[in-house]
C-alpha cells in the first residue's frame, strides 16, 4: 500500500516522462501544485468516475492550465483516462494537449490563458447556490494570475455573492515567466487584500499532505464568505537542480537531466 506521499512522487514521475518524450515546457509549474492536486483527488474531491456528470460533483476549475501533465497524471492514477493517453501526450492528433483539455472526464473547463479560471469559478459556483446543488468549486491558480484584473474582478464579485462553496487555491510558488512575483508586479500582502475584500484567507504548506488534508476538511473557512487557500510551494519540488529555478519555467529535460531527475525524484522523499 502506498502512502500519500509515495503516490504524489509517482504523479511527478509520470509527468517528467511526459515532459522529457515531448519536449514540452512548464516542468516546474507542475512540480509545484503535484502534492495540492494529489490531496484534492485522493482525498478530498466529491465525484464518481463512472458518472462524470454527476450533479453533486465538485468542480475543479484548473486556472493554470499549462501545467497540464501532473492533472493528467493524477487522473490517470485515479482512473478518470486510460493510463496508456499520458504515453502519447503532446504528439500530434491525440487528444492530450500542452494545456488542459475538457474532452477528458476529471476537466470541467479548457484552459490557458491566464486570469479566466477565477470569472468561471465564480459563474459555476453561483448557478449551483441558484440550483441548491451541494457541490463546491474549486479553482486552481498561478500566482502570476494575481496581477490579473480579471482575478480582482472574480474576487469582489464571489465575496459580493457570499459564494461560501467557492474556494481559489492559489499555488504560491513565487516565480512566473520572467522571474520572481515580487520583482514582476509587488503584490504586498495578498492575505491582507483579500479579508479586505471579504474573504476567510488560510495559509498552508503546499507541499504537507497532512496541513492540505486538515484545512480542506474544514470549509468553508468561515459561512457567506469564499475560501482562498494560500498555498506556499516551491517550483521544481523534488528535483534540487529545478527548485527555484526559472529555466525550468520553459524548458524539458535533455536525456541527461532526465536521467537524473528521475534518480533525484525516486531518492527523494519529498
Known sequence: MFTSKELSKIIKLESLKMHYKSKTSHIGSNFSVADILYVLYNDVLKYDINNPNYINRDRVIYSKGHAATILYAVLAEKGFINKELINNYGNDNQILSSHVTHKVNGIEFSTGSLGHGASIGCGIAIALKRKNIDAKVWVILSDGEMNEGSTWEAILFAS???????????????????????????????????????????????????????????????????????????????????????????????????????????????
Open 160 to 270: 459580493h455573492h457570499k459564494l461560501d462553496n467557492l474556494i481559489f487555491i492559489l499555488d504560491n510558488n513565487k516565480l512566473q515567466a520572467f522571474g520572481n512575483t515580487k520583482d514582476i508586479i509587488n503584490m504586498g500582502s495578498i492575505p491582507n487584500k483579500l479579508k479586505e475584500f471579504g474573504w476567510a484567507v488560510q495559509e498552508v504548506d503546499g507541499h504537507n499532505h497532512d496541513e492540505l488534508k486538515s484545512v480542506f476538511s474544514k470549509l468553508p473557512l468561515e459561512n457567506n464568505k469564499p475560501s482562498f487557500i494560500l498555498a506556499h510551494t516551491i517550483k521544481g519540488k523534488g528535483v534540487d537542480f529545478m527548485e527555484n529555478n526559472l529555466l525550468w519555467h520553459y524548458r524539458s529535460p535533455n536525456e541527461e537531466e532526465y536521467r537524473l531527475a528521475l534518480k533525484k525524484l525516486e531518492e527523494n522523499n519529498l
